[in-house]
Every structure is written in C-alpha cells, then in structure tokens.
C-alpha cells in the first residue's frame, strides 16, 4: 500500500500511507464550501476493510492493515514523486565505497506515542526480533540482504543466533547495516514498513501490541471493533515533518465498495481507494470538482499457483497463450470506461527502470497465435481454468471480461472464483490454496523497478505467493544487485523484466489509476505516487 509504504497486496486500485508528496488530486471544494471554516479537531473518515492480522509491521502485507500502520508509523525514509528519497526518521542513511555498509544517524529527540524513546537499538532490537521465524512475521525476508539473516532465519528449523551479525549500534542516535552482498539501492527498500521501528514492549507481548499498537508516527491508536471500525488521533508530539492538519482518522470496515461509494455520495465517509466498476461512468458527475483521477505505480496480474498439478511444470507457452487471448483494450474501454491502461510488462509506470513494451507481443491480443502456443505447449490441463478474486471489491466485472475473452479465443473454460472478502483472498493465497489462477495487485514499496521483480518473482521470496522460480531471472537479479549504482542495477532489471518473457511467471494485466473522490466534509484530498490518500493533509470543515 505505502510499498514505499507497502510491498503489501492491495485489495483495489490503491492502498494508503500516511508520509509521501502528492502528484494528484482533486481541486479545492467551491461553491458553498468556500467561506467554511477549518476545525483543526476535526475527524477524517476512509473506507477500509478489516485488517488481516494483528497490526504488527512486519507481518502485514494487505491494504487493510497496511494503511493503519502507516498512520502509527514513521520509517527511517520515504519518497517523493519524483522518486527521490526523502528522510523521514533518519537524518542520513550513506553506503560506504561498495554499497556493503550502511551507516543510519537518526534524528534525535523522537519518541514513541507511550514517551518511550526511538534509538537505534529500537530498529535493531524490532528486525532481529521481526526475522526470527519464531516470532511468525511474513515479511521477515526483507532482512535477507542483511549479513546474518541466514543464522537468525535459516531456511529450515529454528534460529541458529537471536541477533543479525550485520546490524551494529554505534550509539543512540547511530547504526551500521553491513549487507552479506552490496545492494546499491537498498536505502529505497528502508521506506518499506516493515523496517518501522517498535517500542520495546512490543517484543514482550505481540499480541497484546497487535491490538492496541504504539507507533512513532503522526497517529496514536485510539480503538479497534473489529469487522467495525479502526480509530486512531492526531498525536501533539510528533517530531516529523507530516503532522496531522486533523484530529484523527476513522477507518471504517466496508463489505462491499458499493455501500461505501453510497456513503461517500452521501458525505457519511470522506474518501475510498476506488469507486465501484458500475460507478466509473457516473462518479464524475455524482462529484464534479471533488472526483479524482490520476496516475499511480501499479498494476493487475493474474498469476498461476505453481504449486498446484495444473500448474506445476507447465509449458510457460501455455501461459503465453493465455496472456494473448485476452483483449485488455476492450476491457479497459468497456468494463473500466477508460480508467484503465493495458500492461505491457510487469513494472508499474513511474518507477526508476520502468521500460515500455518490456512483455512484447506476449501482451498483446491475438487469438490465433493465442491457440497455437496453447497447443504448442501441450493445452490447459483439464481445459479449464479459474481466476480467484475477492468480492468484496470491484473485480467481478473484469475477471468476468478476462474470462469471456480467453474462452472467445482459445476454448479454455475459464470462470470467475469469488471469495468472501480480501482477508479470505490473501489467507488462502498464504496457505497455498488457489485452485488455479489468482488475482493481484500491487502497489510500489520504493520507486525501483526491481521492488516489482526480485520482490515479487525471485526463488523463495515473501511476495512470490504463487512458487514461482526461474534460475536465469534469478541470475538476472543477483547480477543487477552487485551494480556500482542505482542507475545501473536499474537497466540491469530491465534484463531480469525481458526474461519474464519466457517463463511467465504472471500475466500483465492493467496499470491502474486512482479513480476516487472526497466528500463535502473536507477541504480537498490528494493522492500520492503509491496511489494513497494523503490524509495527514486532509483540512476537516467545522459543521
């Protein structure tokens, strides 16, 4: 949601952080609404869904959960739209002459919403305890790089050692993070959440901090009904430079996107993420000046369960063959009215090393070579195929598109597979049980091609629900991660994208918008690069 501030699946169009810049929004509310006061207590309310998990950093990787962190939570570092780094937490993160050590100075006098202070044995204390496969956080590979997360997280059995040899506290205020290979951009991947830092009691009782979590971050959790609502306040003793422009936020837990579109029309919520599939048409109209649409860095991919006998040493022709029966053109004009753009690879625009037309004429839609490499391939096992999607979002419309296009061309059965919601998606996706094909979404963690490629794709790795592997990707990525510079181990990426080509680990579907819009209770709201509302800014009209 927030990557950076997510490598997080998104449940729709976006998910939402709390500490980037805008690049889009809507235009400030006229007409009635222009000589109305400010009240700075005033409470913002965001159509949200129940999270997953407790709300623990490191074991969150949904929009739901996603976005409440990241209201608690301040990180060392962020982005800003032109994809540059921005310090959040930290005044300095600077590699030595190979990119192998890392130096971090945090600012100093930041605590957490308890008076506890933020040091630099917080950060080292929370990764080593998030990476301990004891502890069950399922983002814990995003340590890998770290010199001694082998011995913490072994790739079977218990912790060989309680602590990664390559974080080292120098004082406070200061840390070292020695790599077990050089990344040169791995400061990007430090806007991550789950290198957020936790108060100590954290790691005494986790369960009990899931519930009621205690952040350095611009919000302090006031309350969580499940399945209900999730209510957090503007805290007066942030240090950082996103302070609340409002008294707090009230993500409230929707079932179905049409109930929040009709609250949101009805200004009894503030924003949502997207407006339904059968409101693209109207939402302009319904909101005028408040309706929102706008670019962000992220995209749909249905992608095979490798795992399953239908999948599992496939002919990637068959896959190929899949991807070009589908008509994204026609679906992006007729199920989303324009508000989507048909992938051409599998890296969201706006990231560095974005390249255009990286899937080729695997993308593009023709039937009759679509058949041949079916064939070629040796055809769908069982000639038939489903795609898993959660219903409680706009998705039914262009899965059932999808569907119909794949079946017009080639004669594969295809159907949609709806479950109850977006918990029920992912949990079925984290226990490895998709029947066949599913549907993800995902929203940039830090502005790098490679966070939507060695993040998503590589052998093993937290992102890679479906087991996929590819020996010559994974060499591809180990080349462009020992890169003298970002600019280098970006082009190098883009030969790690080329070769997904031919081993089809997903296919590309859409890059997204945000098509959303805000109620007459706010000034105005505008979303940024990882498509997330701004709600920090977010201006509140007194009633």
Not at 499 to 527: C, D, T
Request: glycine content about 8%; some cysteine; hydrophobic content about 35%.
């Amino acid at each position: 949601m927030r990557g950076a501030k997510s490598a997080k699946w998104v449940a729709m169009a976006a998910v939402v952080a709390m500490a980037a810049t805008a690049c889009g929004g809507g235009s400030d509310s006229g007409g009635d609404n222009a000589n109305r006061k400010i009240d700075p207590k005033g409470i913002v309310s965001y159509a949200n869904g129940e999270p997953q998990n407790s709300l623990m950093p490191a074991n969150t990787m949904e929009a739901y959960g996603s976005v409440v962190i990241d209201s608690l939570f301040t990180g060392l570092v962020g982005y800003d739209k032109s994809g540059n780094i921005t310090y959040e937490n930290a005044e300095s993160v600077t590699p030595n002459s190979d990119n192998s050590v890392w130096t971090v100075k945090l600012k100093p006098g930041w605590t957490f919403h308890n008076g506890e202070k933020v040091t630099a044995k917080s950060y080292v204390d929370t990764w080593n305890w998030d990476a301990n496969p004891a502890n069950g956080q399922q983002n814990s590979a995003w340590y890998r790089d770290i010199e001694g997360y082998d011995q913490v997280h072994p790739e079977k059995g218990k912790a060989k050692a309680k602590a990664m040899s390559g974080l080292k506290v120098v004082d406070d205020n200061t840390f070292t993070i020695k790599l077990s290979n050089p990344i040169p951009y791995f400061a990007y991947k430090l806007a991550y959440q789950s290198f957020y830092p936790l108060p100590s009691g954290a790691l005494k009782d986790p369960k009990k901090f899931g519930e009621s979590p205690v952040g350095n971050g611009p919000y302090k959790f006031k309350s969580w009904e499940h399945k209900k609502s999730v209510q957090v306040a503007a805290w007066d003793g942030y240090k950082g430079s996103n302070k609340a422009k409002n008294g707090g936020i009230n993500f409230k837990a929707y079932t179905t996107p049409q109930s929040a579109y009709n609250d949101l029309r009805s200004d009894n919520v503030d924003t949502m993420p997207i407006v339904p599939d059968s409101e693209l048409a109207n939402y302009k109209q319904d909101f005028g000046k408040r309706a929102i649409n706008t670019d962000f860095s992220a995209l749909d991919t249905i992608n095979p369960a490798f795992y399953t006998k239908q999948w599992k040493n496939i002919d990637a022709k068959v896959i190929q063959g899949l991807s070009m029966a589908i008509d994204r053109e026609t679906i992006a004009k007729t199920t989303f009215f324009g508000n989507r753009e048909p992938a051409t690879g599998w890296v969201a625009k706006g990231v560095k090393g974005y390249q255009a037309d990286a899937c080729g004429e695997i993308c593009k839609f023709n039937p009759a070579k679509a058949k041949q490499l079916i064939k070629e391939g040796g055809g769908v096992p069982g000639n038939k195929i489903s795609i898993q999607y959660n219903a409680d979002q706009p998705h039914k419309g262009w899965v059932t598109a999808t569907c119909n296009s794949i079946t017009k061309a080639t004669g594969v059965n295809c159907v949609g597979d709806p479950v109850t919601d977006f918990q029920a998606d992912t949990e079925i996706r984290d226990q490895k049980k998709v029947k066949s094909i599913y549907r993800s979404g995902w929203v940039l963690d830090y502005p790098f091609n490679g966070n939507f490629l060695a993040d998503l794709y590589g052998t093993g790795v937290d992102g890679n629900r479906g087991d996929f592997s590819d020996p010559k990707f994974d060499a591809l990525v180990k080349k462009a991660d020992k890169a003298k510079s970002v600019d280098e181990s970006a082009k190098l990426y883009q030969d790690a994208e080329k070769e997904l080509r031919n081993s089809m680990p997903g296919i590309p579907m859409f890059y997204k918008k945000v098509n959303s819009a805000y109620s007459n209770n706010v000034k105005k709201i505008e979303f940024d690069q990882a498509g997330d509302p701004i709600l920090w800014n977010v201006e509140v009209f007194k009633k």
